[in-house]
């Protein structure tokens, strides 16, 4: 009976054999589960069903009551809290995705009414870009509209927006991207950020009767603000870096600043994170401290001093993280720095470990999209690597020393994660934050978080103010720009050593062995020389059979052959200055991806935009052996001033590639516009494929080049594949066109609800009479078709998509070709 009864008190305690101690779930092993669970469900291409969900949860809860062995009962908690953070994750995302623009309201002009819900910023063509969170829709038809809308207002009012809460009327479509094996996908921000439609303007009215709830009011102090410190900082030289620092409003930074920070490995420090957030909460605490000594001690105790230091600091942080935008980042900080307050409040302090885990797990409490967030993994990541170097540690460095500890550790460590993205970590960084970390913490920070509160109290001192800050920040910029403008060795290489580098790098600095310093001496040397080596980072991936990849770009085009070690692109894709490229957000890396670090032969078909657009970009990021265009003139013209190889002209010709044959055709008749289109034709004798890509020629260029191809007699292949010329255009795909070539396949490169309409319905019903198998960039993805022994094999990548994209009911889904 006695043992009976403690067993209970145990068991009540939360200390028994069948529960284990609070430290468990409260930053211990259930807690990172937790956490892990949560992350856990953005790697899944289909959301699980919540009677799955439930059914593994009390499985795993009610097994815990039967096992005996402590090792399995500590699993089966595990397994308890992962599948906890899994179905955290999982009923907030089956929330945000059942909210559903209805197809018969795309591209339908309707009215809604709500509140501008982030600080407007300018795009190309004199738009503005915006959130709008909607709380009114016509006749709420639907039980279940998205409430925040991602819009664009082509020559829009900026006063107009000023007034916060409108009624706006918009034309609408569902989210939808580009997708592709790699690169930017802008459906991943658009269901992180919560945006549910996105669209365009058409008129805007104030709204002043609406009511604006808690989170209206914070967005409109928080867009008055900003407007503030335009109206006081707009004619400073460094004015983008100084609203950055100053409350994260990084919306005026242009795009040779981004260049300029992302080649020395500074992006951080305009992101308001741990640095500026710790630089607060140091500087106001020393502040109070100092006010507080001047209070008798017979009216304030020691302890109530403390107190009364850290409640200010606190106020302070988050009053600071909320002019900041409250981001990912600034919301980690913050949660820290609230941890630490309250650890020094009760004078006991655990492992920086576990308030780590406790930060994590309050993040995606409070965001459970996070992990969608590349500032999330960069923010966590680095914060664990400077805990595991300076936790912990006999004796304290050094000021210069624990900075050198830290760039060496943060450099290393977070290479494999950024290489996740699709990026690498810049050399110019070392250097970089070794100056630039000290004077902004130092120097930049304190001057313009004092200038702002100086020129808010007196606002007539502004004209001393702003010199003083573009001072500070000249002397950053120019060593900034000076860095960047360096030749330094890059740092490309495949994951494996990627990884293997930093765990060796952070235990020579963690465990600083005899041995394990010239190590990793050795093994950095050898990371930098392997990013020498254009193909190095996954040469191994490049197939040694015919691999055929139609982008998703949009509307345009680009399509990528690769065979063995050689690799041939047609036409580089849209661009437009200073929002979209193709090149930037999907062919640099997609290539990057499959280890191709040079172009042997680049076939541009005409001079548009659509096809043409990101030629530039293209050249100044990836080097070119041989060029053939079907407009030299206009070609040469756009890259004048680079070093490029001659633009030859697409003349009728064959030449073999690797082993295919490949034929190049320009109508005679035309010099320039979509007739002038090189048309190449591919044929694969080994597979007996055969791939015809004829850019945007017209009906009678298309007769022009059956007569051409007539005269060949060469024998039909097993399967035959056609881009359809001109996206599906009705100008182009003849009737005699289509029965000539008869393709098995036919590929239409179009945007998703583009205003060409393309492809026509006419188009496809032609294809369709000849049994062509239709596919559409648009609904598809990336197509890849790879042919070899077994035949053709196509892909796409939509098949591949994760749950918010392609999963039942969505844009992807429900797309169909006309």
Known sequence: MKNGGHGLSEHVRGTGPNFPRPGFFVGGPGAFAFA??????????????????????????????????????????????????????????????????????????????????DLPSRGSFRSLRFSFCVTGWPGRAHPNLPDKLRLTWYHGDPSVLEAHRLTLTVTLKRPHGTLNPAGFRYEDWLFRQGFRATGTVQSASPASSLVCGWHCRYTRWHQALARWVESQFGGARHYPLIASLMIGNRGSVTDSQWEVLKATGTVHLVAISGLHLGLIAFAVGIAVRQLLLSVPASRLSASGARRCVLLVVGLCCLVYALAAGFTVPTRRALVMAVLAMMAAMSGSYGSPWRTLVIALVLVLLLDPFA???????????????????????????????????????????????????????????????VFAIPWVSFVVMPVIVLGGLVVAALPDLSSMALPLMDGVLDALWWVLVWLSKQSWPATSAATGTLVFVAVLGLVAIRLPLPWSRPATILAVTLWLLAGADTRSAGAGAIPTSTRIQVFDVGQGLSVLLTRGNRALLYDTGPAVPGVFSAVESTIVPNLKALGIERIDTLVVSHNDRDHAGGLKALFSRLPVNHLVTGEPTPIARRLAGMDVPVVDDCASRQFRFSGLELSFWRDPLARSGNDASCVLTIRDREADIEWILPGDITTGTEARFLDARSGKRASDPSVRIVLAPHHGSRSSSSARWVRALAPDYVIYSAGYHHHFGHPHPSVVRRYREVGAVALNTACSGAITMTGGPRGLIIGEAVDESPFWIGGAGLARDQCKIP
């Open 371 to 433: 992990p969608l967030d590349q500032g999330f993994w960069l923010s966590f990541s680095a914060v664990a690597i400077l805990v595991l170097i300076f936790s912990n540690r006999l004796g304290r460095p050094g000021w210069l020393r624990g900075l050198l500890l830290a760039q060496a550790g943060v450099f290393v460590g977070l290479a494999p994660v950024l290489a996740q993205f699709g990026q690498s970590q810049p050399v110019a960084g070392l250097l970089a934050n």
């Open 36 to 117: 892990c669970g949560d992350i856990l469900l953005y790697r899944l291409s289909i959301l699980p069903a919540s009677w799955m969900l439930l059914i593994i949860f009390m499985t795993a809860f009610c097994s815990v009551r039967i096992v005996s062995s402590r090792w399995l009962h500590r699993f089966l908690w595990l397994v308890v809290c992962l599948v906890g953070g899994l179905a955290w994750g999982c009923w907030h995302s089956s929330e945000r995705l059942s909210q559903r623009l209805p197809a018969r309201l795309e591209g339908v002009p309707v009215v809604v009414s709500g509140y501008v819900c």
